[in-house]
């Protein structure tokens, strides 16, 4: 199955792939902060359209409050994550 760099790919309805993701980086500059919180909220209040592969935070294929909720425990490491606040992604390959 053919794949673009840093892309998602869904194999069965249980099943993801994800080659370069970094969880939380709503706007796609590649680091997770605060910015990425603000990004996300503009969706949820559609001033930018959506896109399941940066916004849909908790992979359960929807873009809604709970996405929201679980960046804000990524950028607080509540749970069972660390903090990943200035958490970046590795140069691409």
């Known amino acids: 199955m053919p794949a ?3 892309e998602g790919i869904r194999v069965d309805p249980l ?9 939380g ?16 909220q503009e969706v949820l209040y ?3 359209p959506q896109d399941l592969s940066l916004h849909d935070i ?6 809604t409050l709970a996405d929201l909720s679980r ?9 069972t994550t660390q903090p990943w606040d200035n ?4 140069s691409q390959p």
Not at 87 to 90: D, E, F, K, N, T
């Open 58 to 63: 908790n992979r359960d294929g929807d873009v």
């Open 71 to 79: 960046l804000s425990e990524l950028l607080e490491g509540t749970h």
């Open 15 to 23: 099943d993801r792939v994800d080659l370069g993701f970094l969880p």
């Open 25 to 40: 980086d709503a706007n796609g500059d590649r680091t997770v902060n605060t910015d990425d919180y603000e990004r996300l």
């Open 4 to 6: 673009a760099p840093y």
């Open 46 to 48: 559609q001033q930018y």
């Open 87 to 90: 958490y970046s992604l590795p």
